[in-house]
Nanobody, 118 residues
Framework: QVNVVESGGGLVQAGGSLRLSCTAS????????IGWYRQAPGKQREWVAL???????HDIAPVKGRFTISKDNAKNTVYLQMDSLKPEATAVYYC????????????WGQGTQVTVSS
């Protein structure tokens, strides 16, 4: 079983930037797609960005052009660079490896809190 640990969150003013990191306990990022997800207060967890095995990136419309997902296979780490942050980005952010059956390969970690003040 692979476990993931997210870090890099914090409090930032609107317009600011943060870079989130996610490290896996086993070498799974090099041969799998990886996703970043978030859960805002009172809302369900939602997908934010995905890095496919082929290296293609996909993200949701509200973050397009401002969030960038990337990975470093040597460090077994995936990143989410978040620029021009808006208050609606406030949420707990998680990473995980989506499986073909619609589930995820790792249990959900504790996530990292991102708070954007207006």
């Amino acid at each position: 079983q692979v476990n993931v640990v997210e870090s890099g969150g914090g409090l930032v003013q609107a317009g600011g930037s943060l870079r989130l990191s996610c490290t896996a306990s086993a070498s799974r990022f090099s041969d799998n797609a990886i996703g970043w997800y978030r859960q805002a207060p009172g809302k369900q967890r939602e997908w934010v960005a995905l890095l496919s095995l082929e290296g293609y990136t996909h993200d949701i419309a509200p973050v397009k052009g401002r969030f960038t997902i990337s990975k470093d296979n040597a460090k077994n780490t995936v990143y989410l660079q978040m620029d021009s942050l808006k208050p609606e980005a406030t949420a707990v952010y998680y990473c995980n490896v989506p499986s073909v059956d619609g589930g995820y390969l790792a249990p959900w970690g504790q996530g990292t809190q991102v708070t954007v003040s207006s």
